[in-house]
């Protein structure tokens, strides 16, 4: 939790966030998204935009504090049982839905039930894995029961994505999931500070404070307009003309540019908490068909050495750092990113050693008379995957390896990474990482995420071991082991850590950064 | 003339049915599955084939074409595989963004390239001629998202704010959401720099084209005859010379429809507009296949009404011409 924390307290005093005491009531918070929210079904959609909506319209059990301490959010207490089985959480009275019905552990059954339903299709499932039931003591007390103990069910009530985003049992059978995916008002709604009143795709979304929210006295804003501007040039242009408030996901290439236009702007940031990766295919079906369990070696990088030759040896990470950039990222080989909970610096057993790499690569096989060439798959999301991945050719090439880049669209790669697609390596920047745990979902063996296909049980025995140690000190241990391994096997390939900036104006008050996690505007207000 | 415009309408359909099958086929060609993104972090293959066993996508495209034609004929235009929302309700929306920018560069065109080619033929082989010639291969020469960030560096961040730099607020009684900007004097603001970037290339090719096209005519015996009978210059010109000028360039107009529209996807993603263009090319990112499908529709009816509309002008511009 310490990495974490101190992430976030950097990014606090980075901000420069004021805490004053005399909060002025009203006016309109402007926000830009960088990208279009996908939707409004909270357990579906996926995209931290909509992540970031689902975190204002709707409320949860509990919720979690910069420094990593879980707060009251519609429980108002909560308690585990020795065994670690079963969590105990007695609702607050007072929790209204926008529709006006109540929280109660109903909803919290209802909720947690839709999640676990197949038939949902939930991105948040396969977090919810060692849930046994949910049982309503009464009105206001509901027991959640695992089927084993689980030491980040805290976090994952909390975080994991948008958390546990309650919703009202009457609105969701009412309204379809299309209607609710669709943004229609009625259909979307939650127990946050914020209600929605409009969102129309490519244009705005609009939330109004919810009067009966049940902190009294909160949200200060009256409302929050969230625009798409996608061009960072026409934020940069936005923000200094005084048009919008608040950019939600600032590109890194452009802070100091920002910065030098803008003295007085809030420019937040913290210890990256998406990693940076060149990811290596380990497999590939072995009947020729896309997800087949009958695997096969993959041509280049099955090979362990020329995985290391690459991946360990033959990039010098702090280098792609240094150009991609500017410095403002950390090189990074381990499994998590900096910023994610019991991170280990494994960094040094992978120092950029060109001779050590031709010499794995001769081992291998490969040389002058059979050079190696592989396809280095980037997409055209964001430009800094082109620019690692020019770097990586350029440093491959010193080794006598040939990379050809191949650029697709971000579909093109979704659909090759997750449907076991012909690639060999790819350069992405994937989920942010509140622990490791968290990361089950993109790399366990099981995974449809796991773009690199590894086959290795001894990942899964490592998250199963890690998830259910409740003892953390032991769980550190463990963390620390894992992320060796993981450099040691390169299923997984870190370059860095991938940065996050949020930019405020001066008079944006109380914001609190949270990295990708949690964008809150709850007790943000305006001085001006 | 009714008949004619009746048999152009008529025409229209196989225009546009031609046009809405090949970029069927061809977004269907494209690599990419829209469920992948759809389904997101929760992506299995599983569900992933119940999803497109839902959305008919396991059929044979041509099969799924009629089905999308079926569902045409009947006013439905599908709902977006991504968002879920109905494909026509958010064409509706945005279509009037992207019509206005669309008329207003051509204006910005027009405005442009009627002084800067007349201009250019008649005082030909002058510092004048020479001067509008190198600033249309200038406009010619930058493209779109290179005019529109010098404007919103100059205007939006040199000036202070000058002009908004994203955005929209619509004309009044247009609003179609429940949440709008709405002035005639805050409209204008926010069309002005994309009106002019996407304007000013279009105003450099029809003055070369003008230019050409009144040199050809101020030659002509009619004009030299107009000109004996002790006409002024200024009705020659702009009476006799410049509306038999003008018949070429309407027709390049007409074409230059497509290219705005194309432009537009560039422009109003600088700008922050929610228009068409930026619909289309969401949807084409996504792989939202109703979506593009409904971007293909109105823009094809677009160019081809435009293009009607051009022809018609004709009969304006030349009353020999006469439709049967």
Request: hydrophobic share 45%; with cysteine.
């Amino acid at each position: 939790m310490r990495s974490f924390a101190a992430a976030l307290a950097l990014a606090i005093v980075l901000a420069g966030v004021t805490t004053a005491g005399a909060q002025k009531r009203g006016g309109i918070l402007r926000v830009a998204y960088g990208n279009e929210i996908a939707g409004l079904d909270f357990h579906v959609t996926p995209g931290y935009e909509m992540v970031w909506v689902a975190t204002n319209i709707g409320c949860g059990l509990i919720g979690i504090t910069p420094d990593g301490k879980f707060v009251p959010d519609a429980a108002e207490s909560w308690t585990i049982s020795p065994d670690g089985l079963l969590y105990t959480f007695k609702l607050k009275q007072n929790v209204l839905f926008h529709d006006g019905t109540r929280v109660d552990a109903a909803a919290v059954k209802f909720t947690v039930e839709r999640i676990i339903d197949p038939a949902t299709r939930s991105s948040m499932r396969s977090f919810m894995d060692s849930v046994h039931s949910v049982e309503v003591i009464d009105p206001h007390t509901v027991q959640i029961r695992l089927k084993q103990p689980y030491a980040f069910m805290l976090h994952m009530l909390a975080a994991y994505r948008m958390g546990l985003v309650l919703a009202s049992p009457a609105a969701t059978q009412k309204f379809s999931p299309e209607e609710r995916r669709a943004g229609k008002p009625e259909a979307v709604v939650g127990c946050g500070p914020f209600k929605l009143v409009e969102w129309v795709k490519g244009s705005h979304l609009v939330m109004d404070r919810f009067d009966k929210y049940f902190v009294p006295g909160l949200p200060y804003l009256d409302r929050v307009v969230i625009r798409v501007i996608k061009d960072p040039v026409t934020q940069m242009a936005a923000f200094k003309a005084g048009e919008i408030d608040f950019i939600a996901d600032f590109s890194a290439d452009h802070v100091d540019t920002l910065r030098a236009q803008n003295p007085r702007a809030q420019v937040m940031t913290g210890k990256e908490t998406t990693p940076m990766v060149a990811m290596m295919k380990v497999t590939v079906p072995a009947d020729g068909k896309p997800m087949s369990k009958e695997r096969g070696p993959h041509a280049i990088f099955n090979d362990i050495r020329v995985r290391k030759a690459i991946g360990c040896y033959g990039i010098d990470r702090k280098e792609i750092v240094k150009i991609a950039f500017k410095g403002q990222a950390t090189p990074w080989l381990g499994i998590i990113p900096p910023g994610t909970l019991d991170s280990v610096d494994v960094t040094h057993l992978c120092p950029y050693d060109p001779a050590r790499a031709r010499a794995l690569l001769a081992e291998a096989g490969y040389g002058p008379q059979k050079p190696l060439v592989f396809e280095l798959m980037t997409n055209t999301e964001k430009s800094v995957f082109s620019v690692i991945a020019t770097v990586i050719k350029e440093q491959v090439a010193r080794i006598g390896v040939t990379a050809n880049i191949r650029l697709v669209d971000k579909v093109s790669w979704m659909n090759t990474a997750t449907q076991d697609g012909p690639f060999d390596m790819y350069v992405e920047d994937l989920a942010s990482l509140m622990v490791l745990d968290q990361n089950t979902f993109l790399s366990a063996s099981t995974a449809s995420w796991n773009s690199a296909r590894h086959t290795d049980p001894k990942v899964d025995e490592y998250y199963a071991r890690y998830a259910r140690e409740m003892d953390p000190v032991k769980r550190k241990v463990i963390a620390r082991e894992f992320q060796e391994f993981s450099a040691d096997k390169l299923y997984w390939n870190t370059i860095s850590g991938s940065p996050f900036y949020q930019v405020a104006q001066p008079w944006m008050k109380d914001y609190v950064y949270q990295a990708e996690f949690k964008v809150l505007y709850k007790k943000v207000w305006l001085d001006k | 003339m009714r008949t004619y415009i009746l048999k152009r309408i008529l025409g229209v359909v196989p225009t546009v049915l031609m046009i809405t099958l090949v970029v069927f086929v061809m977004m269907r060609s494209v690599p990419g599955d829209p469920v992948v993104p759809l389904l997101g972090d929760a992506y299995t293959e599983e569900d992933a084939i119940k999803v497109r066993e839902a959305y008919g996508l396991n059929k044979p495209v041509l099969v799924q074409y009629a089905i999308w034609l079926g569902k045409l004929v009947q006013g439905d235009w599908g709902t977006s595989i991504l968002s879920g929302r109905p494909v026509l309700q958010d064409v509706l929306v945005r279509l009037p963004v992207t019509l206005e920018l669309v008329v207003l560069s051509m204006g910005v065109a027009l405005v442009i390239a009627i002084p800067a080619a007349i201009i250019g033929a008649l005082r030909r082989n002058t510092w004048a001629d020479y001067t509008a010639t190198s600033v249309a291969m200038i406009g010619v020469s930058i493209p779109e998202f290179f005019t529109g960030v010098l404007l919103l560096l100059f205007f939006s961040v040199g000036l202070g704010g000058l002009l908004p730099s994203s955005g929209w607020v619509y004309l009044p009684g247009t609003c179609p959401m429940m949440v709008c900007g709405v002035s005639l004097w805050g409209n204008l603001q926010h069309v002005l720099m994309p009106a002019i970037a996407l304007g000013i290339g279009r105003a450099a090719l029809l003055t070369r084209l003008l230019r050409t096209s009144m040199l050809e005519v101020i030659r002509t015996e009619y004009v030299t005859t107009a000109r004996a009978k002790g006409l002024a210059e200024r009705p020659v010109v702009l009476k006799h010379a410049l509306k038999n000028a003008l018949i070429p360039t309407v027709t390049v107009m007409g074409l230059q429809v497509g290219f705005l529209i194309g432009g537009a996807i560039v422009v109003e993603t600088l700008f922050a507009m929610p228009g068409l263009g930026t619909f289309g090319i969401d949807a084409i990112i996504g792989r939202d296949y109703q979506q593009v499908q409904g971007f293909a529709l109105v823009t094809a009816l677009a160019f081809v009404a435009i293009n009607l509309i051009v022809d018609l002008t004709y009969t304006f511009l030349d009353p020999r011409i006469r439709y049967a």
